[in-house]
């Protein structure tokens, strides 16, 4: 279509919308705009030329019925705190559910919250709270990161080796299809053996089958007490190994187990305000215990035998149990501003893997021998939820080059080797942040073809016209 003759049916489309939805839920306005269409790093920038902003299930079903009638393709966005360049609409009409931020019910009794799309995750974390539950998903992103787009990438964070990722905290889903009608599939059931579990696939699916307009989310006992320890040690290995014995004193009351090198701690002590090391030490790595138990008598001699076992085994090298609320703050400030320092740092191939627990220490070894060789002048950043077998595995661009085409040409080949690597451990190329643009290509060919048969059939079922949020994931 002529350029001319686009521009005047997007003008039409957007008379259309706004008679729909009313003015506030409506945005052509640049400096309104701006936001959405970069992401947090600075890394990728977009444009669209209408930002939809519906109030109500019902409102974003008339923008999706007009966008289908229009043939417009749409991108949904929550927080834009997203990894892999799926939010960022590049030409598509972008819909913000962030005015969806209704709680709809709390059902304390099952266990259970409805809550809309837009819901922040520290607004549903506090309102379980009141509720005297717990609502676990916890991640850095969480005063943005909205219920929505934490199910539409399958979030995970620092709590999943106890918890689960998104997925496993979800009980029901309501969504808007591509063609514009509603599915209310919220149901607050633990069993429901009627077919096909449908709300799966929206889970994880980055806004490509449709929109997530709300959803039913499990809640759990609020533990008693965190026991909460810093950890000084020499090698990953001896990290997975504490992990273990962990697990095995508490009785699985382990809820987080990071992991920090010494020099991703160095950058958070340099860029990050109101930070200090709490055991200086030239030993390359730390680790955050986090212990959750129901009572608090015996909570503290549990941490406190764990680690005298292990120093003792010689395991560790120092360590100190936080003694308040303060210091517990204090030991997740550290961890939660990694990827902080690192933007400050500079920009970075960012690798989101995983690997089973009992391979993570040959990955790290193995991977950090292998940017040592292929990529000497760039600096390795490697943490994260080792506890679940998660490692985010960063390597920034070298000094003095330009960042952005490093990234975009010579740092591929080391994307591709540290891929390998993660495939040979049997593991995958994206833990937690999902695929987006950024790794599409590539999911494409490490995928089985039967995979990638499966998973297009689904697309093609639910979204024949490939208009929700096209170029990313497949
Ligand atoms: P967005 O970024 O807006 O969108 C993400 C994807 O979901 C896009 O493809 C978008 O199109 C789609 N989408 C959004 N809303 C909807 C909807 N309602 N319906 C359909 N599709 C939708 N992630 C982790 O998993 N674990 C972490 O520990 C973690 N830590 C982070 C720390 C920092 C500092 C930052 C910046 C990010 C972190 N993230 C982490 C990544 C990010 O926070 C998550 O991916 C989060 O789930 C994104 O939520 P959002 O609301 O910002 O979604
Ligand atoms: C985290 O665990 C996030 O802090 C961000 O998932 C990871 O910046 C990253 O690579
Ligand atoms: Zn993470």
Redesign the pocket.
Known sequence: MPDDQRQARIVDFIAKLTAALGPKGVSTDAHEIEPHVKD?RGRWQGSTPVLVKPASTEEVSKAVKLCAEFGLAV?????????VN??IPYGEVLIS?KRMNRVRNIDVLNDAMTLE?GVILTQAQELADTNDRLFPLS???EG???I???I??N????AVLRYGMMRDLMLGIEAVLPDGRIWNGLRGLRKDNTGYDLKQLFIGA??TL????AATLKLFPKPAVKETAWVVLDTPAQAVELLARAKAASGGAVTGFEIVPRFGLELVLKHVPDIRDPLPSPAAWRVLIELSLPRPEGARDMMESLLGDAAEAELILDAAIADNEAQKALFWKIRESV??AERAHGKALKHDVSAPVSRVAEFLERGEALVRKMAPQCDLIAFGHVGDGNIHFNVTAPKGVDADAYLEGEGLSVSKAIHDLIMELNGSISA???I?KLKRAELAWRKSQVEMDMMRAVKKALDPDNRM?PG?LL
């Open positions: 947090w991108t949904p966005q929550g927080g834009n705190s997203g990894m799926g939010s559910l799309a991640l850095g992103a943005v990161a909205t929505g787009g934490l539409s990438t979030a995970g964070g620092v980055e806004g449709g929109l997530v307009t990827p902080v937690e942040h999902g987006g949020n990313r």
